[in-house]
């Protein structure tokens, strides 16, 4: 074994994690489901989540069976959606094309919806002690200041780098304990800001502790122009429910149920089109129009986008016709079920405003 390899797989079975809820279990479904939701999510917050999912979808099947909906109902509130909607999709693909069985090795794991080179050795690691090196946020903050390496690792050349001396440290042993370990460090010593390195297993050797740079290093992304956009909603209210649509599978809160929504420019709500794209989604509803007004604008920022939601209440009641029915793609909601419905967080803040308002 390499020093690295070495010191991190005996500072992990002294200090590392043991009591995580996906952790003891050679369960490649439990193992999966956990790392797809600490993709871009803290232990923390992923804890509660994890053991809710587990007990709704105990397997493989449980998920593949399920309705997406219900799916995507467990995951609001932990955002990045498209991990939900790829982790059903891999069910089924799992389920109808495997035999219900995971592959063994990474390279193959990496190949279904969602999982990633990263993800997919660490799953085959956990599961099946498949040897395969791993690269997510955390071990690629540890290896960049380990080995000073320079530049932004999200840019291709810095990432094949950090790649090859993932690859290069690789132990023959104990592949479970080393790539845990790495986790372990990133996530508790090696972190973004104020590193503990006079606690770190690796600080004799570590080249931006003994450089005085490990606030420098990794290089941050070099600064991208956030753009902005206004999009209107509609909150169209029939006594105490609101009427929600489907958003379209990809972009913003692909599939997610949410409020008729209307893009526009920066003034989107005083726009013309967007007033007369407003009264005919009103009257399409078939119910009669009693008030309409304007609800206070808000801002919500996505990584590169900020968004200017200004929303617009339609208070509607009795029908112009006989019976209006829904139409595909849309729901009426209590407002009193939305705290449970997968809807995107601005959106559901809103509701619950308008809830207890
Ligand atoms: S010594 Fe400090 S900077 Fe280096 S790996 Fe350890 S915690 Fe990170």
Redesign the pocket.
Known sequence: MGWLSDRIVRWQREQGRSNLPWQGTRDPYRIWVSEIMLQQTQVAAVTRYFERFIARFPDLRALAGADLDEVMRLWSGLGYYSRARNLHMCARRLVDGHGGEFPKSGVELAKLPGIGRSSGAAIAAFAFGARAPILDGNVRR?LC??FAVEGYPGRGPVERHLWEIAGRELPERAIETYTQGLMD?GAT??TRSR???HR?P??TR?L??EQGR?GELPSPRPRRAIASRATTMLVLRRGDDVLLERRPPSGIWGGLWSLPQFDGDRRARGDPGTRSALESAVARSGYRLISRRALPAFEHLFTHLRLRVEPVLAVVATPRATRVREAPGEIWLALDEVESAALPAPVKSLLLRLRDG
């Open positions: 540890v200041r380990v460090l010593l090696c590193p503990a390195c770190c690796l600080r570590c931006a502790r490990a």
